[in-house]
C-alpha cells in the first residue's frame, strides 16, 4: 500500500469505515437492517456535511443509467471512479462519499452485486433528501 493509502485510510471517519467493512454484506445484501441502516446513516452524514444534492446528481443519475448487466456495465461502472475523482477535487466534502462508492464499485463482480450497489446509492440518495439535503 503507498503512503497516499495509508494517509487516506488513517482520516476516514467510522462511518466511511464500517461501510467499507461491510461492502460485502451491502453488495449481497445479506442483512437488509445493516443495509439499511448503514444507507441511513451516511445518507444524513452528508446531509449534515453540507453536501448538495447537486453536487452528487451526475454520478447518481450514470449509476441509474447503467444496464441491470454486469457485463455490459462494467466498464461505464469503473469509468464513474474518474467521474467521483473529480467532483471530489471540485468539492472536497464529498471525500467519503468518493471513497465508499470507489470501494463499492471496485467489488461490484456480477449482476446480484451490480442491483445491491445500485440500491445502496439510491437509498443514500434518498436518506440524504429525506434529512434536507438541499439542491
Do not use: W
Amino acid at each position: 500500500m503507498s503512503y497516499r493509502g495509508k494517509d487516506s485510510q488513517q482520516r476516514r471517519d467510522n462511518l466511511t469505515a464500517d461501510i467499507i467493512k461491510n461492502s460485502n454484506l451491502i453488495l449481497n445484501k445479506t442483512d437488509i437492517g445493516r443495509f439499511i441502516e448503514l444507507s441511513e446513516s451516511f445518507g444524513k452524514q452528508l446531509k449534515n456535511n453540507r453536501i448538495s444534492t447537486s453536487q452528487i446528481r451526475a454520478i447518481f443519475q450514470a449509476v441509474k443509467r447503467l444496464s441491470d448487466d454486469f457485463n455490459e456495465s462494467k466498464n461505464e461502472l469503473n469509468l464513474l471512479r474518474p467521474k467521483l475523482a473529480y467532483q471530489r477535487g471540485r468539492f472536497p466534502a464529498l471525500r467519503n462519499l468518493q471513497e465508499v462508492i470507489d470501494h463499492l464499485i471496485q467489488n461490484v463482480k456480477n449482476n446480484t452485486s451490480l442491483a445491491n450497489f445500485k440500491e445502496f446509492f439510491e437509498a443514500i440518495v434518498c436518506y440524504h433528501k429525506a434529512y434536507g439535503g438541499k439542491e
